[in-house]
């Protein structure tokens, strides 16, 4: 993070991307399913999440695990774009899966379809190990304002994030 050019936010240096993915805000969930984020920018967002542990009765991955990772990286890509003055707050997604996956790792990419000033929406590539398509998702993200205004944890380095409500 560098100095904001008002002297007042920091401004954010994507192309530091070890600084920004250590002070990338987790998500109690993202924990628990194992995502870990490998590129974080406001037009492309990629995490990887391994299939063991998010897998249904039969072994394959998880429709909801794959649900999972894509809220994550489109609401990631659309805090960013929401930054400094919103966040980002899901409101729809839906998904297509393709192929099941019962070994290695997942990888999500989420790429912009529309960023406007009050909605973001994004499409998420899922892939397996072998760069097939396992699933297809698109979400949309309100952007609300920050409570209490920008200070107040819109972005890694901010402070902490607020509460929606």
């Known amino acids: 993070m560098t100095d904001g050019a008002d002297g007042g936010l920091p401004a954010v240096d994507y192309d530091?991307?070890?600084t920004v993915l250590a002070t990338l805000p987790r998500a109690p969930l993202d924990e628990l399913m194992g995502i870990e984020y490998v590129e974080v920018r406001p037009e492309r967002v990629v995490a990887r999440m391994p299939v063991a542990g998010n897998?249904?009765?039969?072994?394959?991955?998880?429709?909801?695990?794959?649900?999972?990772?894509?809220?994550?990286?489109?609401?990631?890509?659309?805090?960013?774009?929401?930054?400094?003055?919103?966040?980002?707050?899901g409101v729809d997604i839906n998904a297509t899966h393709h192929r099941g996956v019962r070994e290695g790792h997942v990888t999500a990419v989420a790429?912009?379809?529309h960023r406007g000033g009050s909605a973001a929406t994004y499409e998420i590539?899922?892939?397996?190990?072998?760069?097939?398509?396992?699933?297809?998702?698109?979400?949309?993200?309100?952007?609300?304002?920050?409570?209490?205004?920008?200070?107040?944890?819109?972005?890694p380095g901010t402070g902490a994030a607020p509460a929606a409500g």
């Open 125 to 155: 590539v899922i892939t397996g190990d072998d760069g097939r398509r396992v699933c297809t998702a698109r979400l949309t993200c309100f952007l609300r304002p920050v409570p209490g205004g920008a200070g107040n944890g819109a972005f």
């Open 111 to 113: 790429t912009p379809l």
């Open 55 to 89: 897998t249904q009765p039969y072994g394959l991955l998880h429709g909801g695990a794959s649900c999972v990772l894509a809220e994550s990286v489109g609401s990631v890509a659309a805090m960013l774009h929401g930054y400094p003055d919103r966040i980002a707050v």
């Open 16 to 18: 530091d991307q070890r």
